[in-house]
């Protein structure tokens, strides 16, 4: 419920997923969303706030560019939130900017376009440090047609294969307004692998798994597990017999950014 009196900042944010059991605050285990609303805690000396997401990022997945829709009792000034908050929030977690917004703001129903970032390598062992960000395939995959594939996922499609536990609501028909994998020139450190890939897809929303399990049918493909045709008929809704398995890692995942249309 909101009121006329309340509070009203959107946080803009960014974080390494890789020890987070998600976005979501749940019970017994740490979140991007229970670590944030501590702090909020923290600082504000209350409990009287409420956060919301633009989306929920899986266990492992980071992010680039999140929001936060956070409603408060009290007024705060900006610039006093944003150095109090990253003072003392965790290392892996960072508030790159807070603007105030009105009542009619709504984070959820706000409509949007997301562009996810999968990283990968393949044909050698990474280097340890890279298992927070890069998943690494030892075999050598077969990237021209990879490549191919990914563009495929363009457009409108039945993506019914693509997701786990769907509910009664779930609109299975998604558009893809861009799918490709290019080589990596974007994250760069020294302990990476000399040559990796980026998978970029973006859409203005995607269901619980999908984009993992989108990465796990190209590695399938890449490494000879099934052909091309299998790939399109994957697409198809009347294909009820097909069944898809593999779900990428999540810690190759990131959000790279969020566009409020």
């Known amino acids: 419920m909101k009121y006329e009196n309340d509070s009203y900042y959107l946080l803009k944010l960014q974080y390494l997923g890789f020890r987070f ?6 019970p017994n285990v740490k979140t991007v969303q229970g670590i944030l609303e501590k ?13 919301l997401a633009s989306g929920r990022t899986d266990a492992m997945v980071s992010a680039n560019e999140a929001y936060c829709h956070l409603i408060t009792k009290t007024f705060y000034n900006i610039d006093w939130m944003l150095l109090e908050l990253n003072k003392n929030l965790p290392q892996d977690i960072r508030i790159l900017a807070i603007e105030e917004v009105d009542l009619n703001f709504d984070i959820i129903q706000a409509s949007k376009i997301k562009e996810y970032h999968y990283l990968f390598s393949h044909g050698e062992r990474n280097h340890p440090f890279c298992a927070s960000l890069i998943t690494g395939k030892n075999s050598v995959l077969n990237i021209p047609l990879m490549q191919q594939a990914a ?3 363009e457009g409108k499609h ?3 294969k693509y997701t786990k536990k769907p ?5 299975f028909e998604r558009e893809v307004f861009h799918s490709e994998i290019t080589k990596n020139t974007l994250y760069t450190a020294n302990f990476f692998p000399k040559e990796s890939f980026i998978y970029t897809v973006k859409g203005p ?4 798994y999908q984009i993992r399990m989108m990465m796990g049918i190209l590695f399938q493909l890449g490494s000879g597990e099934v052909d091309l045709d299998f790939f399109k008929k994957t697409l198809s809704h009347w294909n009820d017999e097909i069944i898809l398995k593999e779900i990428a890692p999540a810690s190759g995942l990131i959000l790279h950014k969020n566009t409020f249309k």
């Open 21 to 26: 059991h998600g976005w979501q605050k749940q």
């Open 39 to 51: 702090t909020f805690q923290f600082i504000f000396k209350h409990n009287s706030f409420k956060t």
């Open 151 to 153: 563009k495929l996922f």
């Open 158 to 160: 039945n993506f019914k």
């Open 167 to 171: 509910s009664e609501n779930t609109v």
């Open 205 to 208: 929303g995607f269901m619980h």
